[in-house]
């Protein structure tokens, strides 16, 4: 009955907001934080995902980023990303909000388009996700704040080969550690969309970290409904409409697609 039911209430929605976790790119090969073979089980967040874990030691964290890196730069788009990409530009209304920093939202969206023979898709094309944690193959300069694209391979044997700015200064991962705050845009961006909603679909998320679990509160307490994907309950799991128990390339294209 879920599938169906989820297909309705989607189909009845003029907005839609999607809230995506690690959990939808497990699928492609990145671990997630907290799952079996989670990221956070051989490290502690608090000793990697945190400006004062940097500070103190610089060349752990980016071995962490770079590892990551290596192994999130292997990884494709599965079937849940692809299947968000084709439907944010299915219809109007549909806003695709990630927590993760992996990339493969976009990538999803630059392979759908060329799928289609289309161009590369600009920034505010649909399939494009609001990004609330940054991204991991962004840097930003300690010292003059400068941001780029960078997808090198880093070296983390030694302080002295991390990769450094032009100006000089150290370059960190950019993304939003613990402790620090979302990019304000892109956070009020996310939350005008979900308070809008009627459906948050919220697929691959523990739904523990905020502000970003608190988006699909927002489509709630405007009285629209949920949807969760996951194989496993979290703490949003009661408030849901629909629950689909399963992988999320499974789960979305069924419900997104309407074939199976
Ligand atoms: C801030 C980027 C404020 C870096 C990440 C107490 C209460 C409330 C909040 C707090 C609190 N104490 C501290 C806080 C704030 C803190 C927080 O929420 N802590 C939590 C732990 C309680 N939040 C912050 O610090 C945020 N900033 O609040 O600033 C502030 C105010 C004033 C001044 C300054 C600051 C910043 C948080 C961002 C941290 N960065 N990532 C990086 O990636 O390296 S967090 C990281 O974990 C993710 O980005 C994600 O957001 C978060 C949760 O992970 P998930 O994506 O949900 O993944 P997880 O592994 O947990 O779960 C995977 C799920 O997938 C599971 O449910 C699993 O069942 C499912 N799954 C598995 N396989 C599949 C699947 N689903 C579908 N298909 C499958 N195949
Ligand atoms: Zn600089």
């Given at each position: 009955m879920t599938v169906p039911e989820a297909r309705t209430l989607l189909d009845r929605a003029d907005r839609v907001v999607v809230l995506t976790g690690a959990g939808i790119s497990a699928e492609s090969g990145v671990p997630t934080f907290?799952?079996?073979?989670?990221?956070?089980?051989?490290?502690?967040a608090e000793d990697l995902a945190t400006p004062q874990a940097f500070q103190r030691d610089p060349r752990l964290v980016w071995e962490w980023y770079a590892w990551r890196r290596d192994l999130i730069g292997a990884c494709e788009p599965n079937a849940a990303h692809l299947a968000l990409a084709r439907f944010a530009r299915s219809r109007p209304g549909v806003t695709l909000v990630t927590q993760?920093?992996?990339g493969l939202h976009a990538l999803a969206a630059r392979l759908t388009r060329q799928d289609d023979g289309e161009p590369a898709p600009a920034d505010?094309?649909?399939?494009?996700?609001?990004?609330?944690?940054?991204?991991?193959f962004r840097v930003r300069c300690t010292a003059c704040g400068r941001r780029t694209a960078h997808r090198a391979a880093v070296d983390a044997t030694d302080r002295s080969t991390l990769p450094a700015c032009r100006c000089g200064g150290l370059l960190r991962p950019d993304v939003v550690w613990f402790g620090e705050m979302l990019p304000a845009r892109t956070l009020e961006a996310s939350f005008a969309a979900a308070k809008a909603a009627d459906i948050c679909l919220v697929v691959g998320?523990?739904?523990?970290?905020?502000p970003a679990a608190s988006v699909p509160l927002a489509t709630l307490g405007a009285g629209g409904d949920l949807i969760e994907g996951n194989p496993e309950p979290t703490p949003l799991s009661g408030r849901c409409r629909v629950t689909l128990r399963g992988g999320a390339a499974t789960t979305v294209p069924r419900i997104l697609d309407g074939d199976g």
């Open positions: 907290r799952g079996e073979d989670g990221l956070w089980k051989e490290y502690r993760n920093v992996d505010d094309d649909p399939a494009m996700p609001l990004e609330l944690h940054g991204s991991i998320t523990s739904a523990l970290v905020h």
